[in-house]
Nanobody
Framework: QVQLVESGGGLVQAGGSLRLSCAAS????????MGWFRQAPGKEREFVSA????????IYADSVKGRFTCSRDNAENTVYLQMNTLKPEDTAVYYC???????????????????WGQGTQVTVSS
């Protein structure tokens, strides 16, 4: 089992920045690929970013590429999502997720993940 707890969400003006954190506990964090997803009201959950367990591979949704950066600190059992130049359309509940992946893969689809956090709200005002 892996327990995930997100933090860092809040209210920010368009153009601003936030950094989300996802703290993991339980099984060996360092062999888990991590992902970030978001869900806006009335919309389906969508992929945002993912990172391999080594941190050597990251992928992003086109909508956030160049604005968001995913990173991780395996010593601290934490993954981060730095969000810059935020837009109102980034408003959503953001979730982190984990899946055992010693092969250092990255995953875009929510069904590929086994563990989920409770989410943190990000609201971007125009």
């Amino acid at each position: 089992q892996v327990q995930l707890v997100e933090s860092g969400g809040g209210l920010v003006q368009a153009g601003g920045s936030l950094r989300l954190s996802c703290a993991a506990s339980g099984r060996t964090f360092s062999r888990h690929a991590m992902g970030w997803f978001r869900q806006a009201p009335g919309k389906e959950r969508e992929f945002v970013s993912a990172i391999s367990w080594t941190g050597g591979s990251t992928i992003y949704a086109d909508s956030v590429k160049g604005r968001f950066t995913c990173s991780r600190d395996n010593a601290e059992n934490t993954v981060y999502l730095q969000m810059n130049t935020l837009k109102p359309e980034d408003t959503a509940v953001y979730y982190c997720a984990a899946v055992w992946s010693p092969a250092a893969g990255t995953y875009r689809r929510d069904y590929e993940y086994d563990y989920w956090g409770q989410g943190t709200q990000v609201t971007v005002s125009s």
